[in-house]
């Protein structure tokens, strides 16, 4: 008997009240200029009231765990304008950087947070800093960009960002330095894990200097692997355009006989897009993800259940996370410039596979193996996702200008709430192999539950 992975259990019970408490730079007094445009139209019920909270928890079991009276049950900041502000509008100056891999939707959140700051706030000087965290730094030499309504108004037509991107530690000391020469009080990055936790040191080196800065994020992470937020911007987009992928090669495997179709997607630590793409059509016979060992070989093992469906439907496909089946392989200790492990590619490793056991079986079989990654990135956001950026953006601008930092937004239950830095990075959102994803992705395959289980 194989050992099963560990399940991956929601970790809510860990988290207390305090742990969900939003850092604010001091109290806020400044009426927030929105006041005359919200009062006007009668929708002052759109502040937030500053002691509201969105539970953490959402069950029963959930609650009656903790054994608390309910004020003492952990709950999160609604995002959402503030009838009382932090910084005064008309003297604030505000940065925005992106950092890491390219995702959809980087422009759209760029452009979202220059119109609210903007028009909302009033706020006369917004700023873009060039490729990442290097931006800041003087010795890469990169100009700042000046960034307004007009000059962002087309810029989500575009996949990418405007601003470059890059990976590799750069000096927080120096960052803040920038910050101050540049008298910024409101940076926004948006970034993955790695950015977060560059964030989190500009953070400290801010307040060891006493210094009144903001530091706002808006996670990206292509893989939808930030733990407690519904869904990452972008990812609907990335799945999406990552299901026409699986639908093209399984044209290809249907067209020849014997035809096996491989499409390997993004995921290096969560299967998220290889289970939601896979199950736009259902096409895939089989989906591997990082989350669940797999093995190649004996009756349970992959190899066999591809020959099976060969057998019967003529063709087979197979959809693998960029993650999955790295136990496969000798770790090699290599890493990218931000220190993440490089690892082993998966797809071209697997197509050899595929290919040797249908040569030994002596079955006639043709090969199509697509790696759509880049293609998928680059892409510009879908509706959904647009509008997710621009009310993500919105929401970043309103926790800024009302004084909390070291904190991102995202949306938990359908609700725009704020998440204190610290906890965005202290887990990985992964599929549960013991959850209902995972069983979706199980009935529409028709796979055993893991490859080379007994
Ligand atoms: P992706 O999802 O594409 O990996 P990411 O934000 O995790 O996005 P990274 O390349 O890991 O991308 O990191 C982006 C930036 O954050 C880099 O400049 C990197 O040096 C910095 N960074 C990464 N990890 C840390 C860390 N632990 N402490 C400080 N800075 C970090
Ligand atoms: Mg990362």
Same mark, same amino acid.
Request: proline share 0%.
């Given at each position: 008997m194989t050992e099963d992975p560990p399940p991956v259990a929601p970790q809510n019970g860990r988290v207390s009240a305090s742990d969900l408490e939003i850092a604010r730079l001091g109290p806020a007094r400044i009426v927030s200029p929105l006041a005359p445009l919200l009062d006007a139209r009668r929708t002052t019920e759109h502040y937030v009231d500053t002691d509201d909270r969105v539970l953490l928890d959402d069950t029963a079991a959930g609650l009656s765990s903790r054994g608390l009276p309910l004020d003492e049950l952990p709950g999160l900041e609604p995002c959402g304008p503030r009838r009382e502000i932090y910084f005064d509008p008309s003297k604030t100056r505000a940065g925005i950087v992106t950092c890491g891999g390219l995702c959809p939707g980087l422009n759209d959140v760029i452009s979202g947070l220059v119109r609210t700051l903007t028009y909302?706030? %009033?706020?006369r000087r917004v700023v873009g800093f060039r490729n990442g965290y290097q931006g800041f730094v003087s010795s890469y030499g990169h100009d700042v960009v000046e960034l307004t309504p007009e000059s962002v108004r087309d810029i989500p037509v575009d996949g990418g960002t405007v601003l470059g991107t890059s990976r590799g530690p750069q000096d927080p000391e120096e960052i803040v330095d920038c910050l101050e020469q540049t008298h910024l009080n409101v940076l926004f990055v948006i970034g993955g894990d790695g950015t977060l936790r560059g964030a989190m040191e500009i953070v400290r080196v801010i307040a060891e200097r006493g210094l009144r800065i903001a530091v706002v994020g808006i996670p990206k992470t292509i893989d939808n692997d930030i733990p407690y937020i519904d869904q990452s911007f972008g990812f609907q987009t990335a799945f999406a355009r990552a299901s026409e992928s699986i639908r093209a090669v399984t044209v290809e495997a249907k067209s020849t006989a014997g035809g096996v179709g491989l499409v390997k997607l993004m995921g290096r630590h969560s299967g998220f897009i290889a289970c939601y793409a896979s199950l736009v059509r259902s096409d895939a016979d089989a989906v591997l993800i990082p989350e669940v060992p797999f093995s190649l070989d004996g009756e349970n093992g992959l190899l066999a259940h591809l020959h099976r469906r060969v057998d019967q439907r003529g063709h087979a496909v197979v959809v693998v996370a &960029? %993650?999955? %089946?790295? &136990?496969?392989? @000798? @770790?090699? %200790?290599a890493t990218d410039a931000s220190g993440n492990a490089r690892l082993a590619d998966v797809g071209p490793w697997l197509r050899e596979r595929i290919a040797e056991s249908f040569a030994e079986s002596g079955r006639e079989t043709s090969l199509r193996y697509i790696d759509p990654s880049y293609a998928i990135r680059s892409v510009p956001a879908n509706p959904y996702d647009s509008v997710y950026t621009v009310r993500l953006s919105q929401a970043a601008v309103h926790a800024a200008m009302s004084g909390r930092t070291a904190m991102v937004v995202g949306r938990v239950r359908r609700r725009f709430v704020h998440i204190p830095m610290t906890l965005a990075v202290s887990r990985r959102n992964q599929v549960d192999p013991h959850g209902d994803l995972w069983m979706a992705v199980l009935e529409s395959t028709g796979q055993p539950w893991r490859f080379g289980a007994d």
């Open positions: 909302h706030y %009033g706020v &960029e %993650g999955a %089946g790295q &136990e496969l392989f @000798d @770790d090699g %200790g």
